[in-house]
């Protein structure tokens, strides 16, 4: 039971470039969710999904795209790669019924120069 | 969604009991408070979850009082090891809190001194 996987672990990016970052979880989790972590400051959330083919917009949602094709995957797109997205990125799943706690990835590492 | 605010850092030593308070004035009726520990380079792990009085676990209590516009973690004789950073979330409730949507604010960083 892995339990949430982040794919890749680091990645260095040129500004402009675009990439995918990809989330993966094996507990059949109903809701998904992408936040960023920057240096000494808290996890702000960018996009989320309560159910497969459904996505929301979170608190940073700007510069990225998501996608829920599958329900235990949740993909975060970065069209087109700025520094100001250098940061930790989080994925985390739960389940739907109240009181679940969310179980996070390890993250991804992502810097843009 | 209700914010939440906390001491931005506490220092303890080892072997003492640390209690970390969150305000949420503006949770809602079906709100649950959850906590949640940070290590460097990690991802936040679940540490303890309540709607109201007390709960306790192995490893740490949650007390909220009636009104429920704050809640305090208390973390029993910490080691150098719970050196973390604590997060108090509000939300992910029944019915129309449980909309999905989970803001994390600023956190508490811990810092426990031998």
């Known amino acids: 039971n892995a339990g949430v996987t982040q794919t890749p672990k680091f990645r260095v990016l040129k500004t402009g470039q675009s990439m995918t970052l990809l989330c993966a979880q094996d507990m059949n989790h109903e809701y998904m969710y992408w936040y960023r972590q920057d240096p000494g400051m808290g996890l702000r959330l960018i996009h989320y999904s309560v159910g497969e083919g459904t996505t929301a917009k979170g608190e940073v949602p700007d510069g990225y795209n998501v996608s829920r094709l599958k329900k235990q995957n949740f993909l975060l797109g970065l069209e087109s790669a700025a520094p100001s997205q250098t940061s930790v990125y989080f994925c985390?799943?739960?389940?739907?019924?109240?009181?679940?706690?969310?179980?996070f990835g390890d993250g991804t590492r992502l810097s843009i120069l | 969604l209700a914010k939440t605010t906390q001491p931005i850092s506490m220092d303890s030593y080892e072997g003492q009991e640390v209690n970390i308070t969150c305000s949420h004035n503006n949770i809602a009726t079906n709100d649950y408070i959850t906590w949640y520990q940070q290590f460097p380079s990690q991802g936040p792990r679940f540490i303890i979850q309540?709607?109201?009085t007390k709960v306790t676990n192995e490893v740490a209590s949650l007390f909220i009082p009636a009104d429920r516009k704050s809640s305090t973690l208390s973390l029993p004789r910490v080691s150098l090891s719970d050196t973390a950073v604590y997060y108090c979330l509000v939300g992910d409730g029944w019915g129309s809190s449980n909309t999905g949507k989970l803001i994390f604010g600023q956190g508490t960083t811990l810092q426990v001194k031998p």
């Open positions: 309540g709607y109201k």
């Open positions: 985390a799943s739960r389940r739907r019924s109240s009181n679940q706690p969310q179980h």
